[in-house]
């Protein structure tokens, strides 16, 4: 298990000062009761599959292949695969609503750090997806403007151990350096930690404006 980790590690970007983190944050679409255009709107977090710009396949955490529609494209020129919230309604293909980019974190090892910093964000909640590949989590990040820039700020996460006893056991914790950046507005957010080459049980520690929180998911 130990050896899994730290090839995570390796094969991740471990320059640590330079994982800057940039987010545009669009404004939360109300939700409508009743028969509204959106009374039957899904939000799925989602592996989508880019080939040649266009989009391949999109596979939800549940498992579900969803209908591409003809006309979803992306910027990308090489093949890749992008982590995103989907907002849509079901359907042949699927009526794409508003999607969210959703950043797959940086894992940098303790060791590699000379100085951790654990600036304190809000933690709107964290789940073990339900394929059990991912740990999901949505953020607050204080920051100056309302555009929704996170700037200068930086997050990754954390490898501290690794334990092979029993099921095997990885510890983390979110590092984030507010960068002296004035904390007057919230922007949401979205994390997706890989974990399908990490042991059963995975730690993970936040420093949140009410102290730190713990967060323990099995797989």
Not at 69 to 80: I, Q, R, V
Not at 138 to 148: A, M, P, V, W
Not at 153 to 180: E, I, N, R
Not at 186 to 204: A, F, K, Q, R
Request: proline share 4%; net charge negative; aromatic share 10%.
């Amino acid at each position: 298990m130990a050896e899994a980790a730290m090839y995570l590690v390796r094969n991740l970007n471990s320059s640590l000062f330079f994982l800057i983190f940039l987010f545009l944050i669009t404004a939360c679409t109300g939700y409508e009761t009743g028969d509204g255009e959106l009374s039957d709107m899904r939000a799925d977090y989602a592996d989508v599959v880019v080939k040649q710009g266009r989009v391949a396949s999109i596979v939800t955490d549940d498992g579900v292949s969803l209908d591409v529609p003809p006309s979803l494209m992306y910027a990308e020129k090489n093949d890749t695969m992008l982590r995103r919230l989907l907002y849509y309604h079901q359907g042949s293909p699927i009526q794409l609503l508003r999607q969210v980019a959703v950043g797959i974190p940086a894992v940098v090892s303790s060791t590699d750090i000379t100085e951790m910093k654990t600036d304190p964000v809000t933690l709107t909640a964290s789940w073990l997806s339900a394929d059990k590949r991912y740990v999901n989590m949505q953020l607050g990040i204080k920051c100056g403007s309302t555009d929704g820039e996170i700037q200068r700020q930086v997050l990754c996460l954390c490898l501290d151990s690794v334990s092979q006893s029993d099921a095997g056991a990885a510890w983390f914790t979110l590092y984030h350096d507010q960068a002296d950046m004035p904390q007057y507005y919230t922007n949401d957010v979205y994390l997706s930690l890989p974990v399908s080459g990490l042991p059963d049980i995975i730690h993970l520690n936040i420093n949140t404006y009410q102290g730190c929180v713990q967060r323990t998911f099995v797989k």
